[in-house]
């Protein structure tokens, strides 16, 4: 075989070779990290390397021929333009390798990091565990201390609620026989009050009229005596008396006889217990005569007003009324109570009350 055919085999082989090598180091570019596939370029590369080899001595023979041929120089540009992208691809192919290696160191360390830092956690989680482990009992101790001291405390309020709902409910007891008490005590005050009124105030009542037949006209008095136990207010008393006469013995007055009617207004001061009043009026028409024979009779009414000596009590009244009584065994007349509630109206009627007062 001659040496322009060998060198056309030996450049076909290293082109196939050169085409197989590219698409395993765009292959290895893309990210793909087969191992095979890596150890099949390498062998790929010894291959051409041999190619080359091979070449360059022919091409040393050749050179030591002078002038070579057209083919032979075309064939030489072509196996100069192998050798540059060879170099080329060991280049590619060592910078790859250098970041892969890299890439991995990297990897490496990440991985030492991450085993480091979770042996680390691990460690400090069973460390932490082990304290749990530890405190585990006084917890539940505490717990039950804690829950015993709940029931304890909750029993001692429940004890405590009860005493207070006992404590209330006497409370409520003693309130109510309290305001019993004071109603109770009220009432008695009042009783007392009231029995203070009755036995203590002022009483003014008169006594039966004397008249005195030797005069003329004809006296009558009125004593008035105060039977309570402190002073009367001031006193007011209004007396209406009447005469009656008839022709034949008159034994009590009749209305239609009245031969002489009159009143008079007297004003009194405070009278102390014990000490009498006297009030007086005379009867121009009365005669000693006809009153000893029975032919006169007198009638006397009226009505008395004063304070009773308590100034906040209302004043009180009281109504008097007395007529003669003549005595046909002695021959002589006397005195006897009448209703002077029903008396007085009909008097004030007969002269006029409250105008057409008497003089004096």
């Known amino acids: 075989m001659s040496d322009t055919a060998q060198f056309v085999l030996i450049a076909k082989r290293i082109l196939r070779e050169l085409s197989a090598l590219k698409q395993a180091v765009s292959a290895g570019f893309l990210g793909i990290q087969n191992q095979n596939e890596l150890r099949t370029a390498n062998t790929r590369l010894l291959g051409i390397q041999e190619g080359v080899e091979a070449i360059n001595e022919q091409q040393q023979a050749a050179n030591e021929r002078p002038d ?11 196996l100069q333009g192998i050798q540059a992208e060879q170099r080329t691809g060991n280049r590619s192919q060592d910078t790859y390798q250098k970041r892969n290696l890299v890439a991995s160191w990297a990897a490496v360390i990440v991985l030492l990091a991450y085993t480091t830092a979770t042996a680390y956690q691990a460690c400090v989680m069973k460390g932490t565990l082990f304290e749990i482990k530890k405190q585990t009992p006084k917890l539940s101790e505490s717990a039950d201390a804690a829950k015993s001291a709940a029931g304890t405390a909750s029993q001692a309020l429940k004890d405590s609620e009860d005493s207070f709902k006992k404590t209330l409910e006497q409370m409520k007891a003693q309130t109510v026989a309290q305001q019993k008490a004071a109603i109770a005590t009220e009432r008695s ?71 002489e009617h009159t009143w008079h207004r007297f004003q009194l001061p405070p009278t102390p217990p014990g000490t009498p009043s006297v009030v007086g009026a005379r009867l121009m028409l009365a005669s000693k005569e006809k009153l000893d024979s029975g032919l006169q009779a007198i009638l006397v009414a009226g009505k008395i007003t004063y304070g009773d000596g308590f100034p906040d009590d209302p004043l009180q009244q009281w109504y008097f009324c007395t007529q003669t009584n003549y005595q046909t065994l002695v021959k002589q007349i006397g005195w006897r109570p009448c209703d002077g509630r029903m008396v007085v109206p009909f008097l004030e009627h007969l002269d006029g009350y409250p105008n057409n007062e008497s003089p004096e």
């Open 68 to 78: 070579p041929t057209p083919e032979m120089r075309s064939i030489l540009n072509a």
């Open 189 to 259: 005050n009042k009783t007392a009050i009231a029995s203070l009124h009755v036995s203590e105030r002022a009483y003014i009542f008169m006594s039966p009229p004397q008249v005195d037949t030797t005069q003329h006209p004809v006296a009558i008095s009125f004593p008035l005596t105060n039977g309570g136990h402190i002073p009367s207010g001031d006193i007011e008393v209004v007396v209406h008396q009447a005469t009656f006469e008839s022709k034949v013995l008159m034994l009590s007055w009749n209305p239609g006889l009245s031969i």
